[in-house]
């Protein structure tokens, strides 16, 4: 069993900045790439980015430059999620996955990230 371990969500005023990390832990037979989804209310769920192991990384558009992905040199299990000038259109609840190279994947269980004056 993989669990996701999630933290570093919360409130923030316009322009600011959060870093979320996601700590897997478990039986990971092979982690093919890792990355974080979000949910806003009432919207769709969109990929917000993503890492490989090989580190090659991906991004919604409307995030590319303020949003940076990351991984921990030490634990390769645990990624981070960079963002920086913060816009009300980001709130939302962000969902952190892992893929491994069997196809599985598996979710936390969201932190929530409200953008707000």
């Known amino acids: 069993q993989v669990q996701l371990a999630e933290s570093g969500g919360g409130l923030v005023q316009p322009g600011g900045s959060l870093r979320l990390s996601c700590a897997a832990s478990?039986?990971?037979?092979?982690?093919?790439?890792m990355g974080w989804y979000r949910q806003g209310p009432g919207k769709q769920r969109d990929l917000v980015a993503s890492?490989?192991?090989?580190?090659?990384?991906?991004y919604l558009d409307s995030v590319k430059g303020r949003f940076t992905i990351s991984r921990d040199d030490n634990a390769k299990n645990t990624v981070y999620l960079q963002m920086n000038s913060l816009k009300p259109e980001d709130t939302a609840v962000y969902l952190c996955f892992l893929n491994d190279v069997r196809g599985r994947a598996f979710w936390g269980q969201g932190t929530q990230v409200t953008v707000s004056s």
């Open positions: 478990g039986i990971i037979f092979r982690v093919n790439s």
């Open positions: 890492i490989t192991r090989g580190d090659d990384t991906d």
